[in-house]
């Protein structure tokens, strides 16, 4: 596979593309400012993005005038189909906390400032005292919050994981 640069006015957003990318910016500009390109954006022949949306808006937010890129000859399904996969696979995977732990404690960051912590990134409390829920917005009050999180850093801490805690929360068997 061969890397080439491409200007960022050459690259075009898909405009079918499902993810809603937005939220994740700031994240990826301030890793490529640290780290540089760690993955080069996935173009097709024309320029059209297949995997890198979010890398070419952090390129942009820092002024950078040209990326790394690869570019697939994929057909127009299999295009899709790249997209789609490369956006949903990461959902598939979990974190092994403890591991993630002392990783971090190995480079003087604590675990509850750095933006790896599962599912702090999703806003599902806000000032305005609200709980995201999907589509709804169910009002919650401080306290109400604060025995949710209570619940919920329990649950990471025996299972490693978030995964299966709305099950443990309605009643499910996983636990």
């Given at each position: 596979?061969?890397?080439?640069?491409?200007?960022?006015?050459?690259?075009?957003?898909?405009?079918?593309?499902?993810?809603?990318?937005?939220?994740?910016?700031?994240?990826?500009?301030?890793?490529?400012?640290?780290?540089?390109?760690?993955?080069?954006?996935?173009?097709?022949?024309?320029?059209?993005?297949?995997?890198?949306?979010?890398?070419?808006?952090?390129?942009?937010?820092?002024?950078?005038?040209?990326?790394?890129?690869?570019?697939?000859?994929?057909?127009?399904?299999?295009?899709?189909?790249?997209?789609?996969?490369?956006n949903?696979?990461?959902?598939?995977?979990?974190?092994d906390?403890?591991?993630?732990?002392?990783?971090?404690?190995?480079?003087?960051?604590?675990?509850?400032?750095?933006?790896?912590?599962?599912?702090?990134?999703?806003?599902?409390?806000?000032?305005?005292?609200?709980?995201?829920?999907?589509?709804?917005?169910?009002?919650?009050?401080?306290?109400?919050?604060?025995?949710?999180?209570?619940?919920?850093?329990?649950?990471?801490?025996?299972?490693?994981?978030?995964?299966?805690?709305?099950?443990?929360?309605?009643?499910?068997?996983e636990?």
């Amino acid at each position: 596979m061969e890397i080439i640069y491409k200007r960022v006015d050459e690259l075009t957003e898909y405009e079918g593309n499902a993810r809603r990318n937005d939220a994740g910016v700031a994240k990826v500009a301030e890793s490529i400012k640290n780290f540089g390109f760690l993955n080069p954006i996935t173009i097709d022949k024309n320029g059209v993005i297949i995997s890198g949306h979010t890398r070419l808006k952090a390129a942009k937010q820092l002024g950078m005038e040209e990326v790394p890129c690869i570019v697939q000859d994929l057909s127009e399904e299999d295009a899709k189909l790249a997209r789609i996969i490369d956006n949903k696979s990461h959902e598939y995977s979990t974190w092994d906390v403890g591991k993630l732990h002392r990783e971090l404690d190995t480079i003087g960051l604590p675990f509850k400032n750095t933006f790896f912590t599962p599912n702090r990134d999703r806003k599902f409390f806000q000032d305005n005292k609200l709980l995201i829920f999907g589509n709804n917005e169910l009002p919650i009050t401080e306290d109400e919050y604060a025995r949710l999180k209570a619940v919920y850093d329990k649950y990471i801490e025996r299972n490693k994981t978030y995964l299966g805690f709305v099950m443990f929360l309605t009643g499910g068997k996983e636990e």
